[in-house]
Structure formats: C-alpha cells, structure tokens
C-alpha cells in the first residue's frame, strides 16, 4: 500500500505488488486490504505513528486480515523510556486487544522487529526470526506510509 502514484511506480518496479492506500484515509485502506489474510505493519516514526497504525489495525480487523505483523522496536511498551518506544508499545497493546478472542492466540505475533521482552531469556544468534517474531519473508501484504 503506498500513497502517492510515484511510490507505486518504484516499489512496482522492484517486483512488489502495491495498491493505492493512505493511512489518513481509512476507506482507501479498506479498498486496499480487501482479499488481504496477511499484513505487515510499517509506518514512519512520527507524531502520527500511533494514530495511522491504530486506525489501519482497526480498518484491516473490519477488511477480514487474520494475520499482522508490526514492525516495532526493542523494549517497546506504554511505560517505555522514550516517546517512539512508547508509541510503539500503545500500537502493540491496540494490535493485541484487537486481535483478543482470536482461536488461536499462541501464534499471533505482535512484532516483526526486536527480540523478546524485558524479563524474558536473552536472544540467542541464531538464523531465522527471533522467537515470538515473524519474518517478512512470510507475509504476503505490506502497508508503508
């Protein structure tokens, strides 16, 4: 999903399927997420980030997406440090409460960015996604402001 006509001609010339969509504008991301079952969550790190991701995750819940991975960032929470790991943390916590009552919990992923949570193990080296993560290889749509 891009907005402007010149994002969708370079991303479309990298070999990615685009369509038109803006973050500011809910009914062109309905239209984009229509047939969408995956998204992957990516948007500009500014005074707007909480409120474009919060409305694409309410928009993509309504369009039917089962599946959102959020880029995010290590030691993201509503109590975070700084105001971009708290944002990050906001928007995670509306990804979970917008998912609650999905069947199969255990497999929702929240991030794609970052390793696991304060309190839990230290992330090993190893290839492949951290745990509790999911590479961007496996989803099939993306949404970038």
Do not use: W
């Not at 969550?41 to 309410?58: G, S, W």
């Not at 030691?75 to 975070?80: K, N, T």
């Not at 794609?112 to 290839?127: E, I, Y």
């Amino acid at each position: 999903m891009a907005r402007s006509e010149k994002s969708r001609a370079e991303l479309a010339a990298g070999g990615i399927e685009v369509v038109p969509g803006d973050f500011d504008d809910p009914p062109s991301m309905v239209r984009a997420l229509e047939g969408a079952e995956k998204a992957y969550l990516v948007c500009t790190p500014d005074h707007l980030l909480v409120p474009r991701e919060t409305a694409f995750i309410t928009v993509a819940k309504q369009a039917g997406v089962r599946h959102i991975v959020k880029c995010s960032a290590y030691l993201a929470g509503v109590d975070a440090e700084t105001g971009n790991l708290r944002s990050h943390g906001i928007i995670e916590r509306a990804l979970v409460d917008a998912l609650d009552g999905e069947r199969d919990r255990r497999r929702r992923s929240t991030r794609c960015c970052g390793g696991p949570r304060p309190g839990r193990s230290s992330p090993r080296r190893r290839s492949g996604p951290a745990p509790g993560t999911t590479s961007p290889r496996r989803v099939t749509g993306a949404a970038a402001c």
